[in-house]
């Protein structure tokens, strides 16, 4: 699954970020959201939102698998070995 952020528009934007499988689900899952659950990107009135299915974007996240190449006590040890001498 991917992250997409919907936007929403009255006369400011509005967003909510969703997993789903596409742009497709992503707006049907949209619609399913509570109006009072969307992020505003400024004000505070919110009576009816418009979603556009051209303003969903696929959000690329940051994070990173970290591969461990060996356990921290072998690490340890090496280190401790080294330090000794």
């Known amino acids: 699954m991917k992250t997409y952020r919907v936007w929403a528009y009255e006369t400011i934007g ?13 707006y049907t899952k949209a ?3 509570n109006v009072l659950d969307w ?3 400024g004000g505070d009135e919110i009576a009816d939102l418009n979603i556009k299915k051209k303003d969903i974007e696929e959000i690329k996240t940051n994070i990173v698998k970290l591969k461990i190449k060996k356990p921290w006590s072998e690490g340890y040890k090496e280190w401790k070995e080294n330090y000794d001498k």
């Open 14 to 26: 509005h967003y909510v970020d969703i997993r789903a499988n596409n742009k497709a689900d992503a």
């Open 31 to 33: 619609m399913d959201v």
């Open 39 to 41: 992020e505003q990107s």
